[in-house]
């Protein structure tokens, strides 16, 4: 059985402030993608990673996918309150997509 | 611009009434999927569904059951719903393959048994 960890559970910052949230897991994944889900909607793709090691830019997100490709994290650069929201990665096995639990990131003005 | 819809954005039904929750997609897409979402638990899959009437078991698939007869419709049904059944639940639908593929998601439903 995979185990799949995202952290922290919850996070709360302040607009500006920089933060890092992470995905863990003991097996190895074929790929990588991490969603975003504000309330009341459906999670929406923000990136998908598949080479160990790689490193994607999307504005003030940066997303990086493990050497051994069994982690991933996401790091966001001053963030503003609209970078609220469940913060879902979910990782490729055997052809089969696994969503993490999430973090829930509120950004405070 | 894409979109997945689901029948109701909240619906609250008894114990042991029949309940069907509907998704609709107008991308064409031959994978469609039915999760739920609850705190602490992230996204399960219940059943996914990979051409018109086909349909494979996700990994709680116990008290539920699928229909697709159309590809762009796929239907979630609760034979006889109980209290753990409340959740939210969400449809998604992707290109088909087996390469990483994005999975476009309807806003969701939130169903309390009671």
């Known amino acids: 059985t995979q185990l799949l960890e995202q952290s922290p559970q919850f996070l709360s910052i302040q607009e500006g402030e920089n933060l890092t949230v992470y995905c863990n897991s003991s097996s190895v994944f074929s790929s990588l993608q991490w969603y975003r889900q504000e309330p009341g909607e459906g999670p929406v793709l923000l990136v998908t990673v598949v080479t160990g090691g790689e490193v994607k830019k999307l504005k003030r997100l940066t997303f990086q996918f493990g050497d051994a490709r069994k982690d991933s994290s996401l790091h966001i650069t001053a963030a503003q309150p609209g970078d609220t929201g469940l913060y879902l990665c979910a990782p490729r096995y055997a052809g089969k997509s696994t969503f993490g639990d999430g973090t829930t990131l509120t950004v405070k003005p | 611009d894409v979109k997945v819809t689901q029948s109701s954005r909240y619906l609250v039904k008894r114990t042991g009434e029949k309940v069907f929750l509907e998704c609709v997609q107008d991308m064409d897409h031959e994978n469609m999927f039915w999760y739920r979402q609850d705190p602490g638990l992230g996204l399960r899959l219940i059943y996914f569904?990979?051409?018109?009437?086909?349909?494979e078991k996700g990994d709680i698939p116990e008290g539920y059951s699928v229909s697709r007869e159309k590809k762009e419709r796929f239907s979630l049904i609760l034979e006889s719903a109980s209290t753990n059944q409340t959740s939210m639940y969400l449809c998604?639908?992707?290109?088909?393959?087996?390469?990483?593929?994005?999975?476009?998601f309807g806003p969701g439903t939130r169903l309390t048994v009671t």
């Open positions: 998604a639908s992707s290109v088909a393959g087996q390469a990483a593929y994005e999975q476009y």
């Open positions: 569904s990979y051409d018109v009437k086909m349909k």
